[in-house]
């Protein structure tokens, strides 16, 4: 049997237990859902699960679960991923007593994070009130020429007359391997709110509209993302955008450059948009809370605003359920995207990259347009792509497998308790004299 006969069994079964508890009788099979037809999607699948189980309120509450407590908890496990990928022949062997290492500031911003600087949208991007190696980095592009520490291992400087970022260790009596590791240890890969920003902007661009970014270097990132998406939902290791998206990479390059993106009600889309002020509420709450129906209340409140925002507040009103339904699965998928970015094209991976590879080519560092560098370490981005992944799928998997439980034990009590009526009437029926209702207890 193949996996995408596998998921629709199980979606039809669970279904049937469903509607057994809510009306007594088995549904109609049905293939309404992209991600049981789809023979690779997972995690959309889940979604769409937990969707048959318990209904939207429930996809919320996990869309609540994973910003919290999955979000809280997963750095050191992404942090251990990384220093696998990065362990090499060398990392036994001290440092040159010369050793820097000399990048350009473009190869290390793939999705022009960098440029957000001295920018109304930088307080979104960059998380001031701690110490990441970006705030480092950004911090010495506005000081042009001075050294900033980060992380008690390196100094970081920019040279705006080169536009070169220069990263040298603290201590160059140390090994490689040391240097590599430390400057991990220092990094924050997860920081709630700007992870939160990056999803906000994938689903309706108001940091990129609010840059100006143009519709062609948002296809770029968008090919960059979507390749590696497909790895992610299709298994396809090959890094190159397959062709049958480039209508879907140029609408949405579209509408993130206008600020806005689409719902769907079930019978048609409306379009919807936020502004800063309504991002700035949303990442108020979830940099603040661990509550998860407060985060998930949070991201609907955003959603109920986006919808106010156009010209079909009515409509969504009328059409909410399916709306809602749709953007937080949608919100799961983005933060797929935005995680994965977060492990694999971030500006503190990209010099990690560097580095590592520099130590390895004679202090020339390998690096250089995101989309070829992608193909390029290819194993390093599978491996670490599939730690992530295989985490988020466990994670949410684990909160399926108790609502399946919830779900089935009743039903499972009820059947048996059905099927012990049926035994005691049909004994009944075999005794030759009449036996008291209460004298067999069924219950």
Excluded: W
Aim: glycine letters at 6%; hydrophobic letters at 40%.
């Amino acid at each position: 049997m193949s996996l995408k006969d596998t998921k629709k069994k199980i979606f039809t079964k669970i279904a049937a237990y469903t509607s057994l508890d809510e009306q007594g009788k088995m549904p109609d099979t049905s293939d309404i859902f992209p991600s049981v037809n789809n023979s690779s999607e997972i995690i959309p699948y889940l979604m769409d699960l937990m969707g048959v189980i318990l209904g939207t309120e429930a996809v919320k509450i996990l869309t609540g679960e994973v910003f919290t407590d999955f979000l809280d908890n997963v750095e050191p496990k992404l942090k251990e991923s990384l220093k696998k990928q990065i362990t090499n022949l060398n990392s036994n062997v001290s440092l040159p007593t010369d050793c820097k290492f000399e990048i350009g500031t473009g190869d290390m911003d793939s999705f022009s994070k960098l440029k957000t600087i001295n920018t109304p949208t930088e307080d979104y991007l960059f998380d001031n009130t701690v110490p990441t190696f970006d705030n480092i980095l950004g911090d010495a592009i506005k000081a042009p020429n001075t050294e900033m520490t980060f992380g008690g291992i390196v100094t970081v400087s920019h040279d705006p007359s080169l536009d070169k970022i220069t990263i040298k260790p603290l201590n160059v009596g140390i090994t490689v391997g040391a240097l590599l590791t430390g400057f991990i240890d220092s990094m924050i890969i997860i920081n709630k709110k700007e992870i939160t920003t990056k999803v906000m902007d994938l689903i309706y661009g108001v940091i990129s509209s609010n840059n100006g970014k143009t519709v062609d270097q948002l296809k770029t990132e968008l090919t960059a993302r979507k390749t590696l998406e497909q790895y992610i939902n299709e298994g396809d290791d090959s890094f190159v955008m397959n062709p049958k998206y480039n209508d879907e990479i140029l609408k949405s390059a579209n509408e993130l450059s206008k600020g806005i993106t689409t719902h769907d009600m079930g019978c048609g889309l409306i379009t919807a948009s936020i502004t800063l002020e309504d991002l700035s509420a949303l990442l108020s709450t979830v940099s603040e809370s661990s509550d998860p129906s407060v985060v998930a209340n949070a991201f609907e409140a955003t959603m109920d605003a986006s919808s106010s925002n156009s010209n079909g507040a009515e409509a969504s009103k009328e059409n909410k359920q399916t709306i809602l339904d749709g953007f937080f699965k949608k919100l799961i998928n983005m933060l797929t995207s935005a995680l994965t970015e977060a492990m694999t094209m971030a500006p503190q991976i990209r010099a990690l990259i560097a580095m590592s590879t520099s130590l390895l080519n004679n202090g020339v560092a390998i690096i250089g347009n995101v989309v070829d560098d992608i193909k390029k370490y290819a194993n390093f981005i599978k491996c670490n792509i599939n730690e992530l992944t295989s985490l988020l799928i466990q994670f949410i998997m684990k909160l399926a497998i108790g609502a399946l439980n919830k779900l089935l034990v009743p039903i499972i009590k009820k059947i048996v308790k059905e099927k012990i009526n049926q035994y005691v009437n049909t004994l009944k029926s075999l005794s030759p004299v009449k036996i008291p209702d209460g004298l067999i207890n069924s219950g």
